[in-house]
């Protein structure tokens, strides 16, 4: 049985934060954590952090380094690290990360692929 963490964000603690009057369609992509609290629709790439807020709305197409979701989630996920699906959550998608953590899994439908970690390479000159 996987140990769960519940996880309250700190919202003062994020870098980027898309608010719950912002709806996006497109491909976003964010350098830093990103906090949706709104609509999006595309394509996502977050090289850090992502956390979908309970009041968001994603359906989209996602790469992050981790993923935290307590809000709607539609689409594919990919993380590098993990995937936290937290309680409350509403997660139809294609979930792709080498840790992946549902809480509830009443409140998920879709696929799961638990791949291996990215190798690190050595730089070769």
Do not use: H, W
């Not at 953590?101 to 791949?115: C, L, M, N, P, Y």
């Amino acid at each position: 049985m996987d140990f769960v963490q519940k996880s309250v964000i700190n919202e003062d603690e994020v870098d980027t934060v898309l608010n719950n009057d912002i709806t996006f369609s497109g491909l976003l992509e964010a350098e830093s954590d990103l906090l949706i609290k709104g609509n999006l629709s595309g394509r996502l790439i977050c090289r850090d952090e992502l956390y979908i807020a309970p009041e968001a709305v994603v359906d989209a197409e996602i790469d992050a380094l981790s993923i935290s979701c307590r809000g709607t989630l539609k689409g594919t996920a990919r993380a590098k690290q993990s995937i936290r699906i937290l309680a409350g959550s509403n997660v139809s998608a294609r979930l792709e990360a080498p840790d992946i953590i549902i809480e509830d899994k009443d409140s998920f439908r879709g696929t799961i692929v638990e791949s291996s970690a990215p190798a690190e390479t050595e730089k070769q000159e």
